[in-house]
């Protein structure tokens, strides 16, 4: 029956097993293309992969460890599966971006590695930790100089300024007045130019420090000096004293 055809032969199903086929029987250069489809080959169960078993026979493996792969292909890893040891320091170092620096697969905050920038201290924030909740936030440095100006101190717009210092003395408010031309044997009020700054007052009559308190040379109220005794005519009466303004 050598070269012999038979047309039209069927071979009943499961007839023909691998034992009854030598190693190359079959080869894949006489297998129509597309003729073995899934449908064709046994099946796996679910979430398992084909591959090459024992003596290159086709053969499906769970997928187990670390990695997962569902059924309709979608790659999982597991959480806390991928480690820094696992990582590349080339790798690292391509996931760091401004700010961070990556040392032996690593990643961790540094500052230096941040650009230079000219500060707006009306509009830019700096990072801080929040007390309340010991979490990393942001705050305006307007903001912050705000919460740092105490007494004597304004912020406006992230910029101190110091506040008036009530009683602030300048050169110009310590002054000196003549008195002598209002001395004459009978007068005991003298009005001085402006009101003086308490306990500022010095007084000399003919070249002698008054003592100033009731019962002794003068009182004084305001801007008016009183004496306990008017001054003779020719008297010699000054006055050194710091205005209050």
Known sequence: MNNTRIRGLQIKDADITVTQLANDA????????????????EDGADKQLLIAGAAGVPAYQTVSGDVTIGNTGITTIGATKVLAVMINDNVATEMAGAG????????????????DATVDVSADSIAIVDATDVSSKKESIADLVTAMAGTGLTATAGVLSA?????????????YENQSANCNGSNVEFTLAQTPIANSVQVYQNGLLQEEGSGNDYTIAAAVITFATAPAADDLCLVHYIQDN
């Open 26 to 41: 079959v080869e894949t250069a006489k297998i129509k293309d597309k003729n073995v489809t899934l449908a064709k080959l």
């Open 100 to 115: 961070l620096k990556a040392t032996a697969g690593v990643l961790a905050f540094d500052v230096n590695e941040l650009a």
């Open 163 to 175: 506040d008036a210092v009530a009683n602030n003395i300048v050169e110009s408010d310590i002054l």
